[in-house]
């Protein structure tokens, strides 16, 4: 489920982690949030030994990453 406009799932933030809802699994780092365009730079994460690409993608396709609680 993409990110609601309501209050109820917190808002993507740099250095948050998200999924995405267009890929199967995978745990993405965000980069930095453009409002104007309605996009997001991600990253792979955890990092690869040569580091991970990042790339675009609209702020529809995030998800919050699920936690399990302790």
């Given at each position: 489920?993409?990110?609601?406009?309501?209050?109820?799932?917190?808002?993507?933030?740099?250095?948050?982690?998200?999924?995405?809802?267009?890929?199967?699994?995978?745990?993405?780092?965000v980069i930095s949030?453009?409002?104007?365009?309605?996009?997001?730079?991600?990253?792979?994460?955890?990092?690869?030994?040569?580091?991970?690409?990042?790339?675009?993608?609209?702020?529809?396709?995030?998800?919050?990453?699920?936690?399990?609680?302790?």
């Amino acid at each position: 489920m993409p990110y609601p406009s309501s209050h109820s799932a917190p808002a993507p933030h740099p250095g948050g982690f998200v999924q995405l809802c267009s890929r199967q699994g995978g745990t993405y780092q965000v980069i930095s949030i453009d409002e104007e365009t309605h996009s997001c730079w991600v990253r792979r994460w955890p990092l690869t030994r040569h580091g991970s690409p990042a790339f675009s993608v609209a702020l529809p396709d995030l998800r919050p990453l699920q936690t399990t609680g302790r």
